[in-house]
């Protein structure tokens, strides 16, 4: 059973930076041909598509976001990380992880989620 865990502080200041782990227990973030994805959900809105990291390491972006957003990941330690750079209350959100199954968005695990607020 594969299970992810979203981590990170949950109230960030405004310009700051936004920084979350997601650890996968249960599989390797390395196995053919997983996507792992940051998806988030602002109130009272859907969920976004933010960016994925492949199972060889390639990363792709959510054009919006593109400019302010990196996702890397750790293989010893089976995570994963999004960088949100100078966040606005905007990007207030739950945040979540997802396995995506072979990059068309159709994720079969997802992580708990995780609320951020961007306040001073």
């Known amino acids: 059973q594969v299970q992810l865990q979203e981590s990170g502080p949950g109230l960030v200041k405004p310009s700051q930076t936004l920084s979350l782990t997601c650890t996968v227990s249960?599989?390797?973030?390395?196995?053919?041909?997983?996507?792992w994805t940051w998806i988030r959900q602002p109130p009272g809105k859907g969920l976004e598509w933010m960016g994925a990291?492949?199972?060889?390491?390639?990363?792709y972006y959510s054009p919006p976001l593109k400019s302010r957003t990196s996702i890397s990941r750790d293989t010893a330690k089976n995570q994963f990380t999004l960088q949100l750079n100078s966040v606005t209350p905007e990007d207030t959100a739950v945040y979540y992880c997802?396995?995506?199954?072979?990059?068309?968005?159709?994720?079969?695990?997802w992580g708990q989620g995780t609320q951020v607020i961007v306040s001073s």
């Open positions: 997802a396995r995506d199954l072979d990059g068309t968005r159709s994720y079969d695990y």
């Open positions: 990291i492949s199972y060889s390491g390639t990363t």
């Open positions: 249960g599989g390797s973030i390395t196995t053919n041909y997983y996507y």
